[in-house]
Protein backbone atom coordinates (compact mmCIF):
# COMPACT_ATOMS: atom_id res chain seq x y z
CA UNK A 1 0.00 0.00 0.00
CA UNK A 2 1.35 3.53 -1.00
CA UNK A 3 0.25 6.09 1.62
CA UNK A 4 0.78 8.84 -0.63
CA UNK A 5 -1.36 7.72 -3.75
CA UNK A 6 -3.81 5.62 -1.67
CA UNK A 7 -4.13 8.57 1.20
CA UNK A 8 -2.68 11.62 0.67
CA UNK A 9 -4.30 11.71 -3.20
CA UNK A 10 -7.72 11.31 -2.56
CA UNK A 11 -7.85 13.67 0.74
CA UNK A 12 -6.75 16.49 -1.55
CA UNK A 13 -9.17 15.01 -4.03
CA UNK A 14 -11.78 15.93 -1.68
CA UNK A 15 -10.88 19.47 -1.69
CA UNK A 16 -9.80 20.30 -5.25
CA UNK A 17 -11.54 17.96 -7.29
CA UNK A 18 -10.05 19.87 -10.65
CA UNK A 19 -8.15 22.83 -11.20
CA UNK A 20 -10.92 23.77 -13.58
CA UNK A 21 -13.09 23.99 -10.40
CA UNK A 22 -11.24 26.54 -9.03
CA UNK A 23 -12.61 30.06 -9.99
CA UNK A 24 -10.54 32.82 -11.53
CA UNK A 25 -11.54 35.28 -10.01
CA UNK A 26 -10.85 34.99 -6.35
CA UNK A 27 -7.14 36.83 -6.02
CA UNK A 28 -6.25 39.85 -8.32
CA UNK A 29 -2.64 41.42 -8.67
CA UNK A 30 -2.76 44.56 -7.55
CA UNK A 31 -1.30 46.85 -10.50
CA UNK A 32 0.54 49.24 -7.70
CA UNK A 33 2.80 46.81 -6.16
CA UNK A 34 1.94 42.94 -7.59
CA UNK A 35 0.64 41.71 -4.42
CA UNK A 36 -1.77 39.07 -4.82
CA UNK A 37 -5.53 40.20 -3.23
CA UNK A 38 -8.13 37.98 -2.17
CA UNK A 39 -11.34 39.02 -3.87
CA UNK A 40 -13.28 39.46 -0.33
CA UNK A 41 -10.59 41.42 1.34
CA UNK A 42 -10.65 43.96 -1.38
CA UNK A 43 -13.83 44.21 -1.04
CA UNK A 44 -14.45 44.67 2.38
CA UNK A 45 -11.93 47.38 1.77
CA UNK A 46 -13.56 49.41 -0.81
CA UNK A 47 -11.53 47.73 -3.68
CA UNK A 48 -8.59 49.43 -2.22
CA UNK A 49 -4.97 47.67 -1.81
CA UNK A 50 -3.82 46.89 1.68
CA UNK A 51 -0.37 47.08 0.85
CA UNK A 52 0.44 50.20 -1.50
CA UNK A 53 -3.40 51.66 -1.23
CA UNK A 54 -3.65 51.96 -4.52
CA UNK A 55 -7.54 52.40 -5.79
CA UNK A 56 -9.24 49.94 -8.10
CA UNK A 57 -11.51 51.18 -10.80
CA UNK A 58 -15.42 50.30 -9.42
CA UNK A 59 -18.49 50.57 -10.91
CA UNK A 60 -21.29 53.16 -10.92
CA UNK A 61 -23.33 51.85 -8.47
CA UNK A 62 -21.02 50.38 -6.06
CA UNK A 63 -19.31 53.75 -6.28
CA UNK A 64 -22.72 55.19 -5.07
CA UNK A 65 -23.40 52.37 -2.54
CA UNK A 66 -20.25 53.46 -1.04
CA UNK A 67 -21.34 57.38 -0.70
CA UNK A 68 -24.55 57.34 0.12
CA UNK A 69 -25.97 56.64 3.82
CA UNK A 70 -26.27 52.39 4.41
CA UNK A 71 -25.62 52.35 0.47
CA UNK A 72 -29.27 53.49 0.24
CA UNK A 73 -30.12 55.78 -3.16
CA UNK A 74 -32.88 56.75 -5.87
CA UNK A 75 -31.79 56.57 -9.30
CA UNK A 76 -33.03 59.49 -11.11
CA UNK A 77 -34.61 58.28 -14.71
CA UNK A 78 -32.73 60.12 -17.45
CA UNK A 79 -33.77 61.32 -20.86
CA UNK A 80 -33.65 58.78 -24.17
CA UNK A 81 -31.95 60.00 -26.82
CA UNK A 82 -31.03 58.95 -30.24
CA UNK A 83 -29.86 55.45 -30.57
CA UNK A 84 -26.43 55.26 -33.07
CA UNK A 85 -27.58 58.36 -34.71
CA UNK A 86 -24.58 58.21 -36.97
CA UNK A 87 -25.44 54.86 -38.28
CA UNK A 88 -21.58 53.88 -37.17
CA UNK A 89 -19.56 51.27 -38.07
CA UNK A 90 -15.88 50.32 -37.11
CA UNK A 91 -15.18 46.09 -36.61
CA UNK A 92 -18.74 46.26 -35.27
CA UNK A 93 -21.75 48.08 -35.58
CA UNK A 94 -22.33 51.13 -32.67
CA UNK A 95 -26.08 49.31 -31.97
CA UNK A 96 -24.51 46.01 -31.66
CA UNK A 97 -21.61 47.58 -29.16
CA UNK A 98 -24.51 49.22 -26.94
CA UNK A 99 -26.61 46.27 -27.04
CA UNK A 100 -23.52 44.05 -25.57
CA UNK A 101 -22.86 47.12 -22.97
CA UNK A 102 -26.02 47.26 -21.89
CA UNK A 103 -26.31 43.83 -20.96
CA UNK A 104 -22.84 43.59 -19.48
CA UNK A 105 -22.86 46.50 -16.83
CA UNK A 106 -27.27 46.06 -16.28
CA UNK A 107 -27.30 49.77 -17.14
CA UNK A 108 -28.63 51.97 -19.91
CA UNK A 109 -25.36 54.02 -20.67
CA UNK A 110 -22.26 55.37 -19.23
CA UNK A 111 -23.86 57.59 -16.40
CA UNK A 112 -26.22 56.80 -13.44
CA UNK A 113 -27.90 59.80 -11.78
CA UNK A 114 -28.98 59.23 -8.00
CA UNK A 115 -30.19 61.06 -5.09
CA UNK A 116 -29.62 60.10 -1.52
CA UNK A 117 -27.89 61.31 1.90
CA UNK A 118 -24.39 61.53 2.64
CA UNK A 119 -23.83 62.17 6.83
CA UNK A 120 -27.77 62.83 6.29
CA UNK A 121 -26.55 65.61 3.71
CA UNK A 122 -29.45 65.04 0.85
CA UNK A 123 -27.33 65.60 -3.03
CA UNK A 124 -27.50 64.77 -6.27
CA UNK A 125 -24.94 62.85 -7.82
CA UNK A 126 -23.93 61.63 -10.93
CA UNK A 127 -21.69 58.41 -11.62
CA UNK A 128 -20.02 57.36 -14.72
CA UNK A 129 -19.22 53.69 -15.00
CA UNK A 130 -15.45 52.96 -17.05
CA UNK A 131 -16.93 49.06 -17.51
CA UNK A 132 -19.69 50.89 -19.93
CA UNK A 133 -17.19 51.67 -23.25
CA UNK A 134 -14.87 53.43 -21.32
CA UNK A 135 -17.16 55.71 -19.26
CA UNK A 136 -16.93 58.12 -23.06
CA UNK A 137 -19.15 61.07 -23.24
CA UNK A 138 -22.18 60.57 -25.68
CA UNK A 139 -25.80 62.23 -26.07
CA UNK A 140 -26.64 60.20 -23.52
CA UNK A 141 -24.29 61.14 -20.99
CA UNK A 142 -24.74 64.99 -21.94
CA UNK A 143 -28.46 64.96 -21.64
CA UNK A 144 -27.56 63.04 -17.93
CA UNK A 145 -25.30 65.81 -16.50
CA UNK A 146 -28.47 68.45 -18.06
CA UNK A 147 -30.71 66.55 -16.27
CA UNK A 148 -28.62 66.19 -13.01
CA UNK A 149 -27.97 69.78 -13.01
CA UNK A 150 -32.02 71.09 -13.75
CA UNK A 151 -32.96 68.37 -10.92
CA UNK A 152 -30.14 69.72 -8.49
CA UNK A 153 -31.63 73.14 -9.04
CA UNK A 154 -35.63 72.05 -8.89
CA UNK A 155 -34.60 70.54 -5.63
CA UNK A 156 -32.06 73.38 -4.17
CA UNK A 157 -29.89 70.33 -3.42
CA UNK A 158 -25.74 70.01 -4.26
CA UNK A 159 -24.60 68.41 -7.49
CA UNK A 160 -21.85 66.08 -7.14
CA UNK A 161 -19.98 64.72 -10.27
CA UNK A 162 -18.08 61.40 -10.07
CA UNK A 163 -16.22 61.26 -13.76
CA UNK A 164 -14.34 58.33 -15.03
CA UNK A 165 -14.43 58.47 -18.57
CA UNK A 166 -11.68 57.93 -21.77
CA UNK A 167 -13.44 61.04 -23.02
CA UNK A 168 -15.79 62.08 -26.09
CA UNK A 169 -17.56 58.70 -27.67
CA UNK A 170 -16.17 58.92 -30.63
CA UNK A 171 -18.93 56.30 -32.52
CA UNK A 172 -20.95 59.74 -31.91
CA UNK A 173 -18.20 62.12 -33.77
CA UNK A 174 -19.27 65.47 -33.53
CA UNK A 175 -22.28 64.94 -31.54
CA UNK A 176 -20.92 63.87 -28.71
CA UNK A 177 -18.11 66.62 -28.94
CA UNK A 178 -21.20 69.15 -28.43
CA UNK A 179 -21.62 67.54 -25.13
CA UNK A 180 -18.77 69.33 -23.63
CA UNK A 181 -20.45 72.85 -23.92
CA UNK A 182 -24.03 71.44 -22.92
CA UNK A 183 -22.37 69.92 -19.85
CA UNK A 184 -20.70 73.03 -19.02
CA UNK A 185 -23.85 75.07 -19.34
CA UNK A 186 -25.62 72.22 -17.11
CA UNK A 187 -22.57 73.25 -14.53
CA UNK A 188 -23.75 77.02 -14.96
CA UNK A 189 -27.35 76.49 -13.93
CA UNK A 190 -25.82 75.23 -10.83
CA UNK A 191 -23.74 78.20 -10.59
CA UNK A 192 -26.76 80.45 -11.12
CA UNK A 193 -28.99 78.80 -8.37
CA UNK A 194 -26.17 79.39 -6.01
CA UNK A 195 -25.96 75.71 -5.53
CA UNK A 196 -22.51 73.95 -4.25
CA UNK A 197 -21.27 72.02 -7.27
CA UNK A 198 -18.14 68.97 -6.50
CA UNK A 199 -16.17 67.11 -8.52
CA UNK A 200 -14.36 63.75 -7.71
CA UNK A 201 -11.98 62.88 -9.68
CA UNK A 202 -11.20 59.32 -10.64
CA UNK A 203 -8.98 57.03 -12.63
CA UNK A 204 -8.87 57.97 -15.24
CA UNK A 205 -10.97 61.68 -16.19
CA UNK A 206 -9.22 62.08 -19.60
CA UNK A 207 -9.86 63.60 -22.67
CA UNK A 208 -13.30 65.98 -23.19
CA UNK A 209 -14.83 65.37 -19.83
CA UNK A 210 -11.88 66.80 -18.44
CA UNK A 211 -11.91 69.49 -20.79
CA UNK A 212 -15.44 70.33 -19.87
CA UNK A 213 -17.26 69.97 -16.74
CA UNK A 214 -15.41 67.59 -14.46
CA UNK A 215 -12.59 70.89 -13.95
CA UNK A 216 -14.88 73.12 -13.29
CA UNK A 217 -15.80 72.31 -9.54
CA UNK A 218 -16.58 74.99 -6.97
CA UNK A 219 -14.14 71.69 -4.99
CA UNK A 220 -12.25 69.48 -6.75
CA UNK A 221 -11.58 66.51 -5.32
CA UNK A 222 -9.44 63.62 -6.28
CA UNK A 223 -8.53 59.89 -5.41
CA UNK A 224 -4.82 58.95 -5.29
CA UNK A 225 -2.41 58.66 -8.17
CA UNK A 226 -6.07 58.49 -10.40
CA UNK A 227 -5.01 59.77 -13.62
CA UNK A 228 -6.23 63.59 -14.78
CA UNK A 229 -5.32 65.13 -17.63
CA UNK A 230 -6.56 65.56 -21.32
CA UNK A 231 -4.28 64.05 -23.96
CA UNK A 232 -2.17 60.67 -22.86
CA UNK A 233 1.15 61.16 -22.22
CA UNK A 234 3.15 59.73 -25.35
CA UNK A 235 1.32 62.14 -27.90
CA UNK A 236 2.35 65.44 -25.15
CA UNK A 237 5.81 64.44 -25.14
CA UNK A 238 5.67 63.74 -29.08
CA UNK A 239 3.81 67.04 -29.37
CA UNK A 240 6.32 69.17 -27.57
CA UNK A 241 9.50 66.81 -28.10
CA UNK A 242 10.59 67.45 -24.28
CA UNK A 243 10.44 64.56 -21.19
CA UNK A 244 7.21 65.13 -18.83
CA UNK A 245 7.98 65.29 -15.44
CA UNK A 246 7.90 62.31 -12.93
CA UNK A 247 3.81 61.48 -12.10
CA UNK A 248 2.64 63.93 -14.71
CA UNK A 249 -1.41 64.06 -15.14
CA UNK A 250 -1.44 62.42 -11.47
CA UNK A 251 -3.78 63.93 -8.33
CA UNK A 252 -0.41 64.07 -6.92
CA UNK A 253 1.37 66.57 -9.35
CA UNK A 254 -2.01 68.26 -9.83
CA UNK A 255 -2.53 69.08 -6.01
CA UNK A 256 1.05 70.32 -6.09
CA UNK A 257 0.23 73.06 -8.98
CA UNK A 258 -2.81 73.91 -7.92
CA UNK A 259 -5.67 71.85 -10.01
CA UNK A 260 -6.90 70.06 -7.30
CA UNK A 261 -8.23 71.16 -4.09
CA UNK A 262 -7.82 67.90 -1.71
CA UNK A 263 -6.95 63.86 -2.60
CA UNK A 264 -8.97 62.09 0.02
CA UNK A 265 -8.57 57.97 0.11
CA UNK A 266 -11.78 56.10 -0.53
CA UNK A 267 -13.00 55.20 2.84
CA UNK A 268 -12.81 59.00 3.86
CA UNK A 269 -14.82 60.51 0.85
CA UNK A 270 -18.47 60.05 2.86
CA UNK A 271 -16.70 61.69 5.78
CA UNK A 272 -15.27 64.37 3.99
CA UNK A 273 -18.02 65.11 1.13
CA UNK A 274 -20.33 65.29 4.28
CA UNK A 275 -18.47 67.68 6.09
CA UNK A 276 -17.97 69.30 2.91
CA UNK A 277 -21.69 69.62 2.36
CA UNK A 278 -22.60 70.33 6.01
CA UNK A 279 -20.23 73.47 5.87
CA UNK A 280 -21.49 74.81 2.11
CA UNK A 281 -25.04 73.81 1.38
CA UNK A 282 -26.59 75.94 3.77
Not at 190 to 198: C, D, M
Amino acid sequence: MNWLTDYVRPKLGTLIKSESQIPDNLWQRCPGCGEMLFHRDLEENLHVCHYCNHHFRVNATRRLEMLFDNGNFTKIPLPNVMQDPLRFKDTKKYAERLKTYREKTGNQDALIVAEGKIKSKKAIVAAFDFNFMGGSMGMYVGEGLVAAAQKAVEKKLPLIVIPASGGARMQEGILSLMQMPRTTVAVHLVRQARLPYIVLLTDPTTGGVSASFAMLGDITIAEPKATIGFAGARVIEETIRETLPEGFQTSEYLLAHGMVDCIVNRKDLPKTLGKLLSMIAA
